[in-house]
């Protein structure tokens, strides 16, 4: 078995599960200005509310299609109930980002309360099957997670490029202040737009735990570098994100197997250091605009 | 502690003094003398040996503190919302029957349960707060090897025995520097050793691989399994880690010890890292014999390798009886402990859990210590403690002999027998093997 | 907007006051406080002085780190060093802690001079991701997984104080100084500089201002307070290891700074004891159930006072307090504002 491409579809099968969640964040950076600390805990709860449901013999498919529907109102409800009257992110970053964080407390204690810290396995959207390529393994999981992800960012695009809705998100995203002069109802594109990205998570979610297992913490673990693929695609990029993951992924499995100096304990870190040099160069990451700062 | 009422005063002469002075760093406490302990204690065969825990170096040592002629006030720390919450309830449960039925040392025992989250900054409050306020006479059951560690200096110091840490950490292991800090379930090392012993007699020449998690828990296995190897035809072909807070990656681990050519796999992980590792071997379709550290030996850890098909026919190894393997299901000491078991506060659900069982052993083996010590005092049972010999308690293995003999013999559990996941449960296989007085011959 | 309750606040006898109370709960908090519980002020003081370096580079820069549990770990792992290995005397040793953690923190301040906002943040995420990994890594020098112990620092035999007092009576003072630091630098023309980087850095720099250097300097400080931080910390806990100084760490200290008020001046200490307390307070018998309360209450606290502890409390002031006409601005406490501070991350 050649190991060389064996790590390469490792670090691609990390990067799938990134990438999901990773594009979840980015939605709602675009919308609301935000790092959401809580994105991948309301996720996780989304997960948990689909097994609950598969646990009664609804097929997995089914059962993330109503986690993401449930998660759309619990995304524009949290939108409407929570961000918003603390205020918007150009003045009220730091209180808006503990309010998050607040959140993340609130949805991982809640998770641990009601359905206890054991892990559970999570039914795989795309089967348990796998296939050889080249002699390395690639499970039917992870090939179903990336066309997904990039059947979500190609629906997004239709979404914002081709809808009048769409327009509404864009135009809120680059200036909210024209946006309402000009009549865009921005409260409702806001809960929107948080919505859409709660749906997303509650998918990631699901392919999250169809190819990792199921626990409270299963977000926790890949937090740090869901953080790192939004910085590297660029904050208000989803395509962006699928491709910060992806890459995010195979330097870390790279770096730590075949650096020796670096190791897989610093392997996190190098990355890091790479998509630092990246933002020396794009200080939007690789797939971002750019920010025009008035004088 | 007393306070005086002119502390206002010295406070203030404090602040001065801190202005001019650097301190100092003083490890012997600020003195005071103290009752001293004899050099010499009797065993618990009623034999003379020389004293582990002597009271000469104590911190306002306060040997009785938490003892009166009826009661015996005890304390614990650990994550009360995780599955260990058993193993307070089982020791509980015990000493609830004890109470009722045979009082330990004339006395009622009360075991007071601290709530950390698994958080080694709680435990450290939670162990200031049950000797400081609550009083207690000594810690026991303390759960996690940092947790044990955050207050180690500190009751050592102050010579409050924290008695049977739970984990397997050998830093238990050290009556010369920390004579009042013992553990309780087989160390990490002897657990390697009994794996290691398991191939010498089944194969051979078995190539392994090594998968750790990067701390001192993985190191443990690591460091003594190659020692236990060192000398047979067993080689360490690869090893590999992960990190503690990434515990469910392991793809770029995994096919890389697969490509050393090993038949053999040592996965030192444990909790949300058990089921993944085992996933992920098979996802790779690598089918090398596989033993699993006794710490994922749990239904919990195991649930979703057993339900994705990928547990069975891995090892690990087991020193209780579990009572959910047939094996036992006529066990006339099984039977009794779930009958007493659910006669003192035990559901019928916990007193099928392993981690009940060992709450209730650890709580035998406390009564049995406390009553081969001459008095209940906090030097006589720590001196107990670390010169048992040949105790038994009857939901351990057959055969296992629970011995300590200070700095010679700090370990008291140290046989286990192979188990072996049969995609329910770990099932006992073969013979006891019994690393007795050995376990300290595999640290480096 | 309510003149008259800034102008109160700003009075100097109101001011001197402020620092009697203070000054009265320093003494009096170790009389009243079993050992156990100093303890818990004692940790509590640790975080409030790395939570007031924070507030230098978070409030009143407004560059947001998620990575200062790091700098707080190097001032622990380097006090903790010393004193068991080298023998140093603990008060000796925060001078190296300082230094080293202002070292650091100016390269890792570096890179703020081009990246901003939310990418700035995953910079210093990156630092609190590493650090740990890297005391692992150099275990014979950091002890490792198995930690280290760090040796007591008992009073002195000529004072008749518990360690816990003795430490109360030190981190208070220790917690004092900095206060003191930070306030005089924000009142000097550093501070002004450094507020208004935050507020305009375009405009900053045509008004003369060096704002790369104020940014990196300003960093390269608000590290070094967090490592005498740590240093505290070591002293306090006694037992150092490397899953103490993880993210969730990083995460507090910015907690602690907003629930207390960011950019002003005794918030982070008020954020600080204020996290420290709330488990002790918020105890629902059930260790998930006081979680979710803990988080609730977070929640709870952004929505009703968004500048935190400390800035609520003075916007109630103001409401209650009517102003009087034609006050003069004053500019002499930046930090006491009504309003919450701007922030650097860029919406878009």
């Known amino acids: 078995m050649d190991e060389l491409l064996q790590q390469l579809v490792n670090g691609f099968s990390n990067g799938a599960v990134y990438a999901s969640l990773a594009l979840s964040l980015v939605l709602v950076y675009r919308a609301s200005g935000l790092l959401n600390f809580a994105q991948g805990e309301m996720a996780m709860v989304a997960t948990y509310g689909a097994w609950e449901l598969t646990e009664r013999d609804i097929p997995v498919a089914v059962a993330i299609a109503i986690a993401m529907a449930g998660s759309f109102v619990f995304g524009a409800l949290i939108e409407r109930l929570l961000i918003r009257p603390v205020g918007d992110a150009e003045t009220h970053a730091l209180p808006l980002t503990i309010v998050t964080i607040g959140g993340f407390i609130t949805l991982n204690a809640f998770a641990q309360w009601r359905w206890g810290t054991a892990v559970r396995s999570f039914p795989p959207l795309f089967g348990n099957g796998k296939i050889t390529v080249a002699g390395a393994i690639i499970t039917h999981q992870v090939i179903g997670t990336v066309a997904s992800l990039l059947v979500v960012v190609g629906l997004l695009f239709l979404l914002f490029q081709k809808t009048k809705l769409g327009l509404a998100i864009r135009s809120v995203s680059s200036n909210v202040e024209s946006s309402r002069l000009v009549g865009v109802p921005v409260g409702v594109v806001l809960m929107v737009s948080w919505g859409i990205a709660a749906a997303i998570g509650a998918l990631a979610g699901g392919l999250v735990a169809g190819n990792q297992d199921l626990s409270p913490f299963m977000m926790q673990f890949i937090l740090v570098s869901v953080f790192a693929s939004a910085t590297l695609g660029g904050f208000d990029s989803p395509l962006g994100a699928v491709v910060g993951g992806l890459l995010v992924g195979v330097f870390e499995v790279l770096i730590g197997r075949y650096v020796g100096i670096v190791g897989t304990d610093l392997a996190l870190g190098a990355t890091f250091v790479l998509i630092l040099g990246v933002l020396v160069v794009r200080p939007q990451g690789l797939f971002g605009t750019a920010k025009v700062r008035r004088v | ?444 | 907007m309510g003149g008259g309750a800034l102008a109160l606040l700003e009075n100097r006898w109101v001011r001197l006051g402020a620092w009697l109370v203070a000054a009265l709960l320093i003494a009096v908090i170790p009389q009243s406080f079993e050992d156990p519980d100093l303890q818990i002020f004692n940790y509590a003081l640790a975080s409030a002085v790395a939570a007031i370096g924070l507030n230098l580079l978070t409030g009143f820069n407004g560059q947001i780190s998620v990575g200062h549990g790091a700098f707080f770990g190097i001032g622990a792992y380097t006090t903790g060093i010393l004193v068991a290995d080298h023998g140093w005397p603990h008060l000796a040793t925060f001078v190296p802690a300082a230094l080293l953690c202002f070292v650091i923190g100016m390269a890792v301040g570096l890179p703020a001079l081009r990246i901003h906002g939310a990418y700035l943040a995953l910079v210093t995420l990156a630092m609190a991701t590493v650090f740990p990994q890297l005391i692992l890594r150099y275990e014979s020098v950091t002890g490792g997984g198995s930690g280290l112990a760090v040796p007591k620092w008992n009073p002195p035999d000529s004072v008749d104080l518990s360690r816990e007092q003795f430490h109360f009576y030190l981190f208070a003072l220790v917690t004092v100084a900095a206060y003191l630091l930070v306030r005089n630098l924000i009142h000097s023309r550093m501070g002004r500089a450094i507020i208004a980087v935050r507020d305009d850095e375009t405009a900053a720099t045509v008004l003369g201002i060096d704002a790369a250097k104020v940014k990196v300097m300003t960093f390269g400080l608000s590290a070094a307070l967090a490592g005498i931080g740590g240093c505290l910390f070591a002293v306090a806990f006694r037992s150092l290891s490397p899953t103490l100084f993880g993210i969730l760490l990083s995460i507090e200290l910015l907690v602690a700074v907003v629930v207390g008020g960011s950019a002003t001046l005794a918030g982070p200490i008020i954020g600080a004891l204020f996290l420290e307390w709330s488990p002790e307070v918020i105890d629902a018998g059930d260790g998930q159930v006081s979680q979710i309360l803990f988080g609730v209450l977070l929640i709870a606290l952004m929505r009703v006072a968004p500048g935190g502890l400390l800035g609520g409390a003075k916007r109630l002031l103001v409401r209650a307090m009517p102003p009087p006409a034609l006050e003069p601005p004053d500019d002499d406490e930046p930090a006491a504002s009504a309003a919450p501070p701007p922030d650097t991350v860029e919406g878009p």
């Open chain 2, 1 to 444: 502690m007393k306070r005086s009422t002119n502390r206002v005063a010295a406070s203030l002469l404090a602040l001065g003094l801190l202005a001019t002075a650097c301190g100092r760093s003083d490890d012997e406490g600020g003195g005071g003398s103290n009752d001293t302990t004899g050099p010499a204690v009797t065993n618990s065969s009623g034999e003379q040996v020389e004293a582990v825990a002597t009271t000469d170096d104590c911190e306002d040592y306060a040997g009785t503190q938490g003892v009166t002629e009826e009661k015996i006030l005890l304390g614990s720390s650990l994550p009360t919302g995780l599955p260990f919450n058993e193993i307070a309830e089982g020791a509980q449960a015990y000493f609830a029957m004890r109470n009722a039925e045979d009082p330990i040392a004339e006395r009622e025992v009360e075991l007071l349960v601290e709530d950390d989250g698994y958080k080694e900054t709680e435990t450290k409050k939670n162990w200031d707060k049950l000797t400081a306020e609550d009083g207690v006479f000594a810690t026991l059951l303390v759960v996690g090897s940092q947790h044990n560690k955050s207050f180690q200096a500190d009751n050592n110091d102050e010579c409050i025995p924290n008695i049977f840490a739970a984990s397997g950490s050998e830093a238990w292991g050290q009556p010369g520097e920390f004579p009042w800090t013992i553990g309780s379930i087989p160390a990490y090392p002897t657990e390697a050793a009994v794996f290691a012993q398991y191939l010498k007699d089944n194969k051979p020449d078995a190539k392994v691989a090594i998968l750790y998690q990067n701390d001192d828990f993985g190191k443990s296995y690591l460091n003594a399994f190659k020692a236990a190897a060192e000398g047979t035809d067993i080689t360490v072909v690869g090893e590999e880690y992960y990190a503690a807070d990434n515990p469910t990656n392991m793809k770029s681990q995994v096919t890389a010890l697969e490509g050393t050519g090993a038949d053999t796999l040592l996965l030192a992980t444990t909790l949300f890292a058990c089921s993944p590792a085992l996933n992920e071997v098979a996802l790779q379709d690598w089918d090398p014999l596989t033993y699993i550290s006794a710490t994922c030996a749990s239904p919990t850890t195991m649930a979703p390798a057993r339900t994705e098909g990928n547990s069975e026919g891995t090892l690990s190894a087991v020193y209780l009886k579990a009572p959910d393997d047939p094996r036992w299901a006529d066990d006339a000491d099984i039977l009794a402990f779930k009958e007493k078991g659910q006669e003192y506060g035990l559901s019928a659900e916990q007193v099928e859990d392993g981690l009940t069982v060992y709450g209730w052993v650890a709580a035998d083996l406390f009564a049995q210590a406390v009553d081969a010590a001459p008095s209940v005092d906090r030097a006589a049972v720590m001196n107990s403690l670390w010169s048992l010999e040949g105790l038994t308690s009857p939901l351990l293995l057959p055969g296992i002999e629970v011995a300590t003999n200070g700095a010679d013999d700090p370990f008291p559990i140290e046989a286990m027998s192979i188990a072996v996941d049969n995609g329910e449960i770990f099932e006992l296989q073969g013979e006891l093997i019994d690393f007795s007085g050995e376990t300290g011959t595999f640290i480096p």
